[in-house]
C-alpha cells in the first residue's frame, strides 16, 4: 500500500534479482535522507513495474497519483541500476537525484510519465531501451522519454548507446535544463537513436548547455 522498499539513508546494499510489483507509492523510493541519502547501492536484474495500479485492495492510484518505478531524493551515490525492466508505473520510470547515478542495460518501458529523469552530477544512461510514454494513452502530454534538470553549475552527463521510441509527438523528445536554461552543464552524446514519430517532438537543449552530440 506504499513503498515496495522505502529508505531515506543508506550506505551500502544491493537489490538482486527481485520483482517489486502494484506498490501504491512506488517500488523503490524514500524521503531525503540526513546522512548523504543514498550511498553505494547495486539494483541488478530486477522488475519494477506497475506502481499505481493497486492501492488498498482496489485499483489505483491512491492518494499519490505519480508514483515512480524508482524515485530518490538528493543523495551523494553511486548508484547502479544494471539488467531491470521498468514498466507500466504511473509515474516516471527511473527518476534519480543522485549523483554518479549510472543507469545501463536497462529497457523502461510504458511508463506514464517520464521514462528516464536524471538531476545529479557525473550520471550516465547506457546500454539501455526507452519507449512508451503515456502507457498506452494517446493525449498529449508534457512528460519525456529523457529528462536531464539541475541547479549545480557544470555538471556532467553522459548518454552512449541509448534507443528512444516515441510516436506519441507533440513534446519534447528530450528535455534539458529546461527549468534552469542559464546553469550550465555538460552533456556528451555518443551512438544513440532518438525515433520521434510523432509529430513536433524536437529535442530541448537550454541555452547554457556545453554539448557534443557524436554518431
Excluded at 544512461?125 to 519507449?131: A, D, P, R, S, V
Excluded at 557544470?154 to 534507443?163: A, Q, Y
Amino acid at each position: 500500500d506504499e513503498f515496495g522498499i522505502n529508505i531515506s539513508d543508506v550506505n551500502g546494499i544491493q537489490i538482486l534479482n527481485s520483482q517489486i510489483s502494484y506498490c501504491g507509492f512506488g517500488c523503490i523510493g524514500g524521503p531525503e535522507g540526513q546522512e548523504g541519502g543514498w550511498q553505494n547501492v547495486l539494483i541488478n536484474r530486477c522488475i519494477l513495474s506497475y506502481s499505481g495500479h493497486y492501492y488498498q485492495g482496489k485499483r489505483g492510484p491512491g492518494p499519490y497519483d505519480r508514483p515512480d518505478g524508482f524515485g530518490i531524493e538528493t543523495s551523494n551515490g553511486p548508484i547502479e541500476i544494471a539488467n531491470t525492466l521498468v514498466e507500466h508505473n504511473r509515474g516516471d520510470g527511473i527518476d534519480s537525484k543522485a549523483e554518479n547515478t549510472y543507469i545501463h542495460h536497462c529497457i523502461v518501458a510504458n511508463n506514464s510519465c517520464d521514462g528516464i529523469k536524471l538531476w545529479g552530477d557525473n550520471s550516465k544512461i547506457e546500454n539501455t531501451l526507452i519507449y512508451g510514454r503515456g502507457d498506452g494513452k494517446r493525449e498529449i502530454t508534457p512528460w519525456s522519454a529523457i529528462v536531464i534538470s539541475t541547479e549545480k553549475s557544470n555538471s556532467s552527463f553522459l548518454i552512449i548507446n541509448v534507443t528512444v521510441d516515441d510516436e506519441i509527438g507533440n513534446n519534447y523528445l528530450m528535455y534539458v535544463q529546461y527549468d534552469y536554461p542559464d546553469i550550465p552543464i555538460i552533456l556528451t552524446m555518443k551512438n544513440n537513436i532518438l525515433s520521434a514519430r510523432g509529430p513536433n517532438s524536437p529535442i530541448f537543449l537550454g541555452n547554457s548547455v556545453k554539448f557534443k552530440i557524436e554518431n
